[in-house]
């Protein structure tokens, strides 16, 4: 992935506030500052935590940040009226993404980031009290241990294949909800082993555009195949 060059004294205020128009979001001072707020926290944490792969806080902006913002507005639709509440899980959140993002921009959402990696979800943790978000809450566990949760929406940012996570994560789609992979390139080869499998198929594939990315995203939404509890 690789970013399209800023002019030299770009801010990360401004170019947030450009992503929210090109993204179609709407977005007050409290809920930007926030954002950054959380930017600069992973920034902090990840010098001893190793959070994330990536260093740089230009590339944590649009390859963290906007490319959470990015799944806003798809799942908002999805999701009905807006101030509609909603159930969300992020399975193999890392530090927060999409979830942190998610609870910032719909307070109305009560999202829970789950992850394996106990320093992960403490971080997430820190953020629900650090930026007021009640919420957010963050679980230290496997997802395959958790009792089925009756989500709207449970999605994955860099979890597994699809098959895998129709497999772990399934179990917590309420009916009616959906599982949604956040993923690069469309993985044809995963979607034929997830239709293989026979209890979960993929509804339909979402093309994503991410402010300041020259990179392929998508959104995979995958329901259970009929006949399948």
Request: hydrophobic letters at 45%; aromatic letters at 6%.
């Amino acid at each position: 992935m690789s970013a399209h060059p800023q002019p030299a004294g770009a801010d990360m205020a401004g170019r947030l506030s450009h992503a929210f128009e090109q993204l179609g979001l709407q977005a007050d001072a409290a809920a930007a500052a926030k954002l950054l707020d959380y930017l600069a926290q992973m920034q902090r944490w990840n010098r001893t935590y190793n959070l994330t792969a990536i260093r740089d806080p230009q590339q944590m902006l649009v390859q963290h940040l906007f490319d959470s913002l990015a799944a806003v507005g798809p799942f908002s639709e999805a999701l009905g009226a807006p101030g509609t509440p909603a159930k969300v899980y992020d399975v193999g959140s890392g530090g927060g993404l999409p979830g942190v993002v998610l609870a910032v921009m719909r307070p109305e959402w009560s999202v829970t980031c789950i992850d394996a990696v106990e320093k992960k979800t403490a971080f997430v943790r820190q953020m629900s009290g650090a930026l007021a978000l009640p919420n957010l809450q963050a679980r230290h566990a496997r997802i395959e241990t958790l009792e089925p949760a009756g989500c709207n929406i449970v999605t994955s940012r860099a979890f597994a294949s699809l098959e895998d996570f129709a497999m772990l994560a399934g179990r917590h789609v309420d009916n009616g909800g959906t599982l949604v992979a956040m993923k690069g390139k469309v993985p044809d080869d995963e979607i034929q082993a997830l239709h293989a499998r026979g209890e979960w198929q993929v509804d339909h594939i979402q093309p994503l555009r991410v402010p300041e990315l020259q990179a392929e995203r998508c959104l995979i939404w995958m329901r259970r195949s009929q006949g399948t509890l």
